[in-house]
Nanobody, 126 residues
Framework: QVHLVESGGGLVQAGDSLTLSCAVA????????MGWFRQAPDQEREFVAG?????????WYAESVEGRFVTWRRYDKNTVYLQMNTLKPEDTAVYYC??????????????????WGQGTQVTVSS
């Protein structure tokens, strides 16, 4: 059974850092592209960050988080991470991890990711 299990969300102050993790089970982690998305109240789900496999290694970010957020993966742990630095109130959202079976894509679109985690709430106070 496929599971993407996220953890690490919480309540932080503006300017703080927070790291999310997503553990993947039921899929061959080394072949996946992993992505992060977020959804704020009354907003569409938006792309945050992505990382593909070692063979075509790359990370890519939404303009709104570039330079503040970093994503990476640990193949020995079947886990992808999102480190969020210099958090702003506008970063408040439910954050989701997602997996795409195309390990070489650099997609920014939710429809290209077939597997999703349950989401974890990140709240940034001013």
């Amino acid at each position: 059974q496929v599971h993407l299990v996220e953890s690490g969300g919480g309540l932080v102050q503006a300017g703080d850092s927070l790291t999310l993790s997503c553990a993947v089970a039921g899929l061959t982690f080394s072949t996946l592209t992993m992505g992060w998305f977020r959804q704020a109240p009354d907003q569409e789900r938006e792309f945050v960050a992505g990382v593909n496999t070692w063979h075509n290694r790359a990370t890519w970010y939404a303009e709104s988080v570039e330079g503040r957020f970093v994503t990476w993966r640990r193949y020995d742990k079947n886990t992808v991470y999102l480190q969020m630095n210099t958090l702003k109130p506008e970063d408040t959202a439910v954050y989701y991890c997602a997996a795409a079976e195309d390990g070489s894509t650099r997609s920014r679109y939710a429809e290209d990711y077939g597997y999703w985690g349950q989401g974890t709430q990140v709240t940034v106070s001013s």
